[in-house]
Nanobody
Framework: QAQLVESGGGLVQAGGSLRLSCAASGNIFRGDAMAWYRQAPGEQRDLVAR???????NYADSVKGRFTISRDNAKNTVYLQMSSLKPEDTAVYYC?????????WGKGTLVTVSS
C-alpha cells in the first residue's frame, strides 16, 4: 500500500500553471513536515518547497514567488501550486514526508515545461 502518491504532473507550456497533489497516509502526514523535491535526469534531487505541521513554509530561491506549497489536513494532502512555469522547471517532482525521524518518498510525477 503506497504511503505517498503524487498526481497532477504533465506537459505544460512556459508561462502556464500546474497544481501537484500528494495524498499521504495519516501517520506520515501528521509528522513533522511535508515537502516537494524535484530531480532532472542525471541531476541531484533538490528541495523545492517545505511546509511544517504548523504551517510554516520555505522555498528554493529558484521558485520563490512562483510556487506555493499548502496542506489540507482534513484530506491528508499536500499541494504544490506552480505558476509562471519555465523550461528549467522540467523534472520529476517527488513528495516527501518527514515523520518518525525518517524521510518517506513517493514515486514521483513528471512535469515537462515546453517553450
Amino acid at each position: 500500500q503506497a504511503q505517498l502518491v503524487e498526481s497532477g504532473g504533465g506537459l505544460v507550456q512556459a508561462g502556464g500553471s500546474l497544481r501537484l497533489s500528494c495524498a499521504a497516509s495519516g501517520n506520515i502526514f501528521r509528522g513533522d513536515a511535508m515537502a516537494w523535491y524535484r530531480q532532472a535526469p542525471g541531476e541531484q534531487r533538490d528541495l523545492v518547497a517545505r511546509i511544517t505541521s504548523g504551517g510554516s513554509t520555505n522555498y528554493a530561491d529558484s521558485v520563490k514567488g512562483r510556487f506555493t506549497i499548502s496542506r489540507d489536513n482534513a484530506k491528508n494532502t499536500v499541494y504544490l501550486q506552480m505558476s509562471s512555469l519555465k523550461p528549467e522547471d522540467t523534472a520529476v517532482y517527488y513528495c516527501k514526508g518527514e515523520a518518525y525521524g525518517f524521510g518517506y518518498w513517493g514515486k514521483g510525477t513528471l512535469v515537462t515545461v515546453s517553450s
